[in-house]
């Protein structure tokens, strides 16, 4: 599909129930966390938003990923969506999304025209619960990485996600020990797994259902 026929597809799709846990469940690490599943999620939850930002390019539908600095925090050297945590002055969830991915790679949030949100993912590990919010731009955005948040930005094709053989496991070990068969996105070279693999699986399932 091109980019302005997946864009209509998108906001007629968004209208109708998510797959959300069904497809997130797809590229969940194992064990499970099931955390990220309770219906209510602890009062003392902060809220935040990621942009997964369409865009047409000679090379097909585009969207940026980001690739974390290396610090000493749990989501070190990953590779995400540009966002972040809402602050206090944001109006509501879709501008902390356009806000927080305007500062880290430069789009220009006033040409981005909001398509819908996908389902929200509780992440047990940083206490989040993150909106994705999916949006369209008419245009090839000059992206610049903020460095202090953003370590490389990562422009990648829709068409990817949409190739099985991008889909892989491995066994991942965290800092405390802990080891998880983990499902996730080869692109990039980069291993895309955790939150951000459970987003993309939802555009997945959306476009495959059709």
């Known amino acids: 599909m091109t980019h302005s026929e997946i864009v209509t597809f998108l906001q007629q799709r968004l209208a109708s129930k998510l797959p959300g846990q069904v497809a997130h469940l797809e590229m969940a690490p194992q064990p499970v966390d099931m955390r990220r599943f309770q219906p209510k999620v ?11 930002l369409l865009y047409p390019s000679e ?25 972040g945590k809402m602050d206090q ?7 902390t999304a356009l806000r927080e991915a305007e ?5 220009n949030r006033e040409r981005i025209e909001i398509l819908g949100q996908l389902s929200d993912l ?5 206490n ?3 909106t994705p919010v999916l949006g369209s731009i008419n245009e090839i955005p000059q992206f610049v990485p903020e460095e202090r948040e953003v370590d490389a930005i990562l422009p990648t094709g829709l068409d990817l996600l949409l190739e099985p053989s991008r ?15 983990t499902p996730y996105f080869d ?8 939150a951000t693999a459970m987003i993309l699986s939802e555009l997945v399932k959306l476009i495959q259902e059709g």
Do not use: C
């Open 128 to 130: 989040f619960l993150v």
């Open 187 to 194: 692109l990039h070279g980069e291993i895309v797994w955790g």
């Open 89 to 95: 002055e944001d109006s509501n969830i879709i501008y």
């Open 59 to 83: 090379e097909g539908v585009m969207f940026p990923l980001i690739k974390r600095p290396v610090y000493p925090g749990v989501h070190s050297g990953q590779i995400a969506l540009p966002g």
């Open 103 to 107: 500062e880290e790679v430069a789009v």
């Open 167 to 181: 889909r892989k496991r491995t066994l991942l070990k965290l800092s405390n020990n802990l080891q998880l068969d």
């Open 42 to 52: 602890p009062e003392s939850h902060r809220k935040g938003a990621v942009l997964l």
């Open 122 to 126: 509780y992440i047990p590990t940083s």
